[in-house]
């Protein structure tokens, strides 16, 4: 996971785009803009990342830095 990636898909994709890459990698397919990742796992990780914190931004009218840290907390607790 690199973060400078998942700020970049955020300040530049939007959800929806974002949910059509998500579906086009599960389904093995390239999705419509470049997603950078050393392979399809990690570019559905930044992919997923950025739809999550796109999502907190605006449910919770957050910046970028807080809905970052609430999902990295996420991570953290899941893989301990």
Do not use: C, W
Request: proline fraction near 2%; avoid cysteine; hydrophobic fraction near 40%.
């Amino acid at each position: 996971m690199k973060i400078p990636v998942i700020k970049r898909l955020v300040e530049t994709q939007t959800l929806e785009s974002l949910v059509a890459a998500e579906e086009a990698l599960l389904d093995e397919r390239t999705p419509d803009f470049e997603v950078e990742g050393e392979d399809e796992g990690e570019q559905l990780t930044h992919v997923f990342a950025a739809i999550f914190i796109l999502n907190h931004m605006q449910d919770n009218q957050s910046e970028f830095k807080t809905a970052l840290r609430e999902y990295t907390s996420k991570v953290r607790v899941s893989i301990s």
